[in-house]
T-cell receptor
Framework: DTGVTQSPTHLIKTRGQQVTLRCSPI?????VSWYQQVLGQGPQFIFQ???????GRGNFPDRFSARQFPNYSSELNVNALLLGDSALYLC???????????FGPGTRLTVT | GQQLNQSPQSMFIQEGEDVSMNCTSS?????WLWYKQDPGEGPVLLIA?????ELTSNGRLTAQFGITRKDSFLNISASIPSDVGIYFC???????????FGTGTSLTVIP
């Protein structure tokens, strides 16, 4: 079985730009969650989507948004990028809203 | 937000030694998870705990869900070089719509 996939692997953006990150969950999983991991820290929860609806949101500004598509893949959008948005962005999928989460390899975003 | 405190922050051990690390919270949680993360990769799920007092093993790994539901520990027996990495505990809120990760324990195994 294919695990969680994320694209792109790496990304370099300039302050003020916008970025879209993509995630495909494990086949059969209907829940996708997004996390931000700054170097040296644990992942911080951003969003959870289940059955195409937002089910949970962490403490992140409105510049962060996400959506889930009918095939359960998901996109994370970040507008007006700041230097502090530089991080590893992780996607995790689960079979249900409260199930065990399985992570993808992440997208490394660098904002200059 | 919720804070999960892990200790120790880092460990340096000899190959073959046993390892113990723990995770504590000021709040009660009904699900505790342990993950391992290698540099540049996503966390990998090691063990999931769903019942207070539950003791679960996965090979050389053993984890327990504390009776108070405010803590959990992870033991690794007979450590090997590939155990090197950062270990995170994680919990889901009781409504299941928030997820929190601990501060991490960095493990170094000296051959």
């Amino acid at each position: 079985d294919t695990g969680v996939t994320q694209s792109p692997t790496h990304l370099i953006k300039t302050r003020g730009q916008q970025v879209t990150l993509r995630c495909s969950p494990i086949s059969g999983h209907k829940s996708v969650s997004w996390y931000q991991q700054v170097l040296g820290q644990g992942p911080q929860f951003i969003f959870q989507y289940y059955e195409k609806e937002e089910r949970g949101r962490g403490n992140f500004p409105d510049r962060f948004s996400a959506r889930q598509f009918p095939n359960y893949s998901s996109e994370l959008n970040v507008n007006a990028l700041l230097l502090g948005d530089s991080a590893l962005y992780l996607c995790a999928s689960a079979s249900g809203p409260m199930g065990e989460q399985y992570f993808g390899p992440g997208t490394r975003l660098t904002v200059t | 937000g919720q804070q999960l405190n892990q200790s120790p922050q880092s460990m340096f051990i000899q190959e073959g030694e046993d390892v113990s690390m723990n995770c504590t919270s000021s709040s009660i949680f009904n699900t505790w998870l342990w993950y391992k993360q290698d540099p540049g990769e996503g966390p990998v799920l090691l063990i999931a705990l769903y019942k207070a007092g539950e003791l679960t093993s996965n090979g050389r790994l053993t984890a327990q869900f504390g009776i108070t539901r405010k803590d959990s520990f992870l033991n690794i027996s007979a450590s090997i070089p590939s155990d090197v990495g950062i270990y995170f505990c994680a919990v889901s809120s009781n409504t299941g719509n928030q997820f929190y990760f601990g501060t991490g324990t960095s493990l170094t195994v000296i051959p």
